[in-house]
């Protein structure tokens, strides 16, 4: 078990860039504001999910490593993909002109 929690939260780390551009790229749905509060709501909640899965380690198996590892993990993707305001001005140019990137 402990294994498939440290593999999936791997596997969300990964995922978390890949996710932000999907969400962000929808043609449908929205205005290009809410298309980028949704995009940082989805990040956010990803990476808050890596670390949610180290405290359910901790919780099942009782290694603290097991959470520290994955707590500092989860604030690290937490600081990069942080939302800032320059990214979402370029951002909902390109949107605009209907050319999203990463």
């Given amino acids: 078990m402990r294994l498939a929690l440290l593999g999936l939260a ?3 780390a990964v995922a978390v860039p890949w996710v932000r551009r999907l969400v962000r790229s ?12 949704t995009a940082a709501v989805v990040t956010s909640a990803l990476c808050e999910a890596v670390g949610l899965l180290g405290f359910a380690l901790f ?14 993990l989860s604030l690290l993707l937490l600081s990069v993909y942080f939302p800032r ?12 002109r209907g050319q999203p990137t990463v």
């Fill in 85 to 96: 305001l320059d990214d979402w001005r370029i951002w909902a140019r390109e949107m605009e």
């Fill in 59 to 72: 919780l099942v198996a009782g290694r603290r490593l097991d959470l520290y590892a994955l707590a500092a």
């Fill in 26 to 37: 929808q043609p449908a749905g929205g205005s290009v504001a809410q298309r980028l509060l």
């Fill in 10 to 12: 791997v596997a969300i």
